[in-house]
């Protein structure tokens, strides 16, 4: 009888758990998939590249897994483990005759010390932190990456216009060359010579379109996009920071309040030493309530059973063992923590001087080296339509100005990219994105299958 009542119980436990499973795991696959980015922008805009990346990009998606399993275990460490219940049955009662069915049903509970449950669920929530301090130093690395991309894009672009402008330039020149060359003025090199030029110029718009080309390819990885998924193009005008830095050294406190390499050493020590506390109190033991039931007894009074088991932490070796393994982990991560601070000091100083140096660089381009390159060409180009000066001296002058120009452009793009990996130094997100996206737990859509372009719908088609 008490076989009929037990084995259903156990079966409607085991049906409601897989129900409850297969209920949990219907909601993930409901997740609203993200809403295609970009669609009928002009132009990229930096700001909403960045929020489109870490709204994408499954890496940071992962990331964000691994804090929520993380955050998941403080309570599971903190309850009670589940009861077991056993049951069993004498097989010689089963067929033989005359012989009483035997049966034993016991249901046990183990209770480790309150205080070791709670240390463990502090270990627990310790790692969780650390989690997600990762969460944040990952999304930090892709914003930034993802920010250099948008630079290396928004540059190759100014460099293309700038490369069409002085093709325009030298056909102009060529032409002229040509008039006075016809006109028996110059020798006929100079318009070889133009025509030279423009074909160097030629071959370096198919390289910057190349380019173009396989960076785009890195920011639709990035954008969980198909390698050849069209973006728009990068502004031509590109801001540039004017604010100025602070002195290193406040610099460097904000950097080890913010940055998350910091914040997750500092939970690895604290998870650490409450592991050197779990392990000094792992020589005292534990208690386990048990209760039974037992057919096999002919009095009745002695068929229910009821009492208390303990552990017996005897084994001193392995007990020592324990806390030396526990407390060179500390030591470990106190280690690693100071290591890692001392990098952040020194990436936060080379950092702040590779901004002001870029800032120095641009301000030259823009006050010394640009208005002598555009003056160079004018002084040489009268020359050359006067007679006192030479066609290869005017060819001279535009390519020097033309790499002043592609130099100021680069200088700008370098120090915006200086400047993003300071934000990255300092712990802080790139272009002013709003700071509740370095928080784990804020709401954002799933990552799903990216949408297609009309080409690959229709080779799907074929």
């Not at 002195?247 to 997750?264: D, M, N, S, T, Y």
């Not at 998870?271 to 048990?290: M, S």
Request: charged letters at 25%; one cysteine or more; glycine letters at 6%.
């Amino acid at each position: 009888m008490y076989a009929k009542c037990v084995l259903p119980l156990i079966l409607l436990v085991f049906l409601a758990a897989a129900a409850r499973a297969r209920q949990e795991a219907g909601s993930l696959a409901d997740a609203a998939p993200p809403e295609e980015p970009f669609a009928g922008a002009p132009q990229l805009d930096r700001r909403a590249l960045l929020e489109a990346v870490a709204r994408r990009n499954p890496t940071l998606d992962a990331a964000r897994l691994a804090w929520e399993a993380a955050a998941a275990r403080p309570l599971q460490e903190r309850a009670l483990p589940e009861p077991m219940l056993s049951y069993g049955v004498a097989p010689g009662s089963i067929a033989g005759s005359g012989v009483r069915f035997g049966q034993q049903i016991e249901l046990s509970q183990d209770l480790p010390l309150p205080r070791r449950r709670r240390l463990r669920a502090d270990r627990a929530a310790a790692e969780a932190r650390a989690a997600a301090a990762d969460y944040r130093s990952v999304l930090l690395d892709l914003l930034t990456a993802a920010s250099r991309l948008y630079d290396d894009d928004w540059l190759v672009g100014r460099s293309l216009a700038i490369v069409a402008q002085h093709r325009a330039l030298l056909g102009e020149l060529q032409r002229v060359a040509a008039g006075r060359y016809a006109a028996g003025l110059v020798p006929q090199q100079d318009p070889i010579q133009a025509e030279l030029e423009g074909a160097k110029m030629l071959h370096r718009q198919v390289e910057l379109e190349a380019e173009r080309e396989a960076i785009a390819s890195r920011l639709d990885a990035f954008l969980h996009l198909p390698a050849d998924y069209p973006l728009p193009p990068p502004p031509l005008a590109e801001p540039v920071f004017g604010e100025v830095q602070p002195e290193p050294g406040a610099l460097v406190a904000a950097a080890l309040a913010e940055r998350p390499e910091v914040a997750a050493g500092a939970a690895e020590v604290e998870a650490r030493r409450t592991a050197v506390a779990l392990a000094r109190l792992a020589g005292t033991p534990d208690l386990a309530l048990r209760g039974s039931y037992s057919s096999l007894w002919d009095p009745p009074g002695y068929r229910w059973m009821a009492g208390i088991a303990v552990n017996l932490p005897l084994r001193r070796e392995r007990l020592a063992g324990q806390r030396a393994e526990a407390e060179a982990g500390l030591a470990r991560a106190q280690a690693e923590l100071a290591a890692t601070e001392d990098r952040v000091r020194a990436e936060v100083r080379n950092t702040a001087i590779a901004v002001e140096e870029a800032r120095h660089s641009l301000a030259i381009f823009e006050s010394r080296l640009l208005p002598a390159a555009h003056d160079q060409v004018q002084a040489a180009r009268s020359g050359f339509e006067t007679g006192r000066a030479s066609f290869l001296g005017l060819i001279d002058a535009e390519r020097s100005l033309r790499d002043v120009e592609l130099g100021r452009e680069q200088a700008v793009a370098d120090l915006h990219r200086r400047q993003a990996e300071l934000d990255r130094a300092l712990g802080r997100l790139p272009a002013g994105l709003p700071p509740e996206l370095l928080d784990p737990a804020a709401k954002r859509p799933a990552p799903v299958s990216p949408p297609l372009p009309e080409r690959h719908q229709e080779e799907g088609a074929r």
